[in-house]
């Protein structure tokens, strides 16, 4: 009797359900509501949330960490904590295109200063910006309990990086039928769990770090120096292109003058 059908303001007037009474519905809705469609079409087929699959169980997760470690050739093994929760490793590879921020005149963190969790970026305020290697690998040893978003912070702490963790995002990158598919992974997700799935190969799956390239930039996230980085970045890529194009066109000029110098004299 009644399709309870919701969506914003802005939305109404492109809505289309196989309704006989949309019009009327519509014209009935007030800018104050919440916008919910009174009673329209007895067929109108009501929306069905998915069912969450239910957590693996203690016996289950134990299962799948022993098939795990039979594949592994290496001595990164899974390890099953009483609780339930287990630790393992994963790693990282690093696919940065842009310059990242770093402090300036800092030394290099010490295993000493990883183990009393010392902030050496909070000792100045001096930044500095360069590039990362390009696919730069980092391994972390982390729990089934650690997300997606802990997992950025921890990677850019390791780094040094004080950049805005908003600016990047983890892929998981998957090989199928010779192509190679990125999906991005939302920040509640858990990466031990789905390394747990796909088991030690990297080519079933792998791990990247990327800039965050989904939705419109944020441009207050970044500051003045960063921003002029960026331009300057823009200049040479453009100036990078330009010469390609260049080249390309005076290879097939060259190739053209070649050819039409091998012709003359020939009969037809």
């Known amino acids: 009797a009644d399709c309870r059908y919701t969506c914003h303001q802005e939305c109404r007037s492109l809505i289309q359900l196989d309704c006989r009474r949309l019009g009327q519905c519509q014209s009935q809705l007030s800018p104050e509501s919440t916008l919910r469609v009174p009673p329209c079409s007895q067929n109108v087929t009501q929306t069905v949330e998915e069912e969450k699959p239910e957590p693996p169980t203690f016996q289950e997760i134990k299962q799948k960490i022993e098939k795990y470690n039979a594949k592994v050739t290496n001595c990164l093994l899974m390890k099953l904590n009483d609780d339930g929760t287990y ?5 990282v590879h690093l696919k940065l295109r842009r310059p990242v921020t770093v402090p300036a005149g800092i030394r290099p963190q010490s295993i000493y200063d990883a183990l009393k969790e010392v902030n050496l970026a909070e000792m100045t305020d001096k930044r500095t910006s360069f590039y990362l290697p390009l696919d730069a690998i980092k391994q972390l040893h982390i729990s089934s309990t650690t997300t997606v978003s802990e997992v950025i912070q921890g990677l850019l702490k390791k780094f040094m990086v004080v950049d805005n963790p908003q600016k990047f995002a983890l892929f998981k990158e998957m090989r199928k039928d010779g192509q190679v598919l990125f999906q991005k992974l939302p920040l509640t997700e858990y990466p031990l769990y789905l390394r747990l799935l796909a088991g030690p190969d990297t080519d079933a799956l792998s791990f990247v770090l990327k800039e965050n390239e989904t939705g419109e930039v944020e441009w207050d ?7 002029q980085n960026f331009l300057m970045i823009l200049d040479k890529e453009e100036k990078d292109k330009i010469q390609q194009v260049h080249k390309k066109y005076e290879r097939f000029k060259q190739r053209l003058q070649q050819t039409l110098k091998e012709a003359r004299g020939k009969p037809g």
């Open 87 to 91: 630790t393992g490793f994963i790693k």
């Open 221 to 227: 996230a970044f500051s003045i120096p960063e921003l």
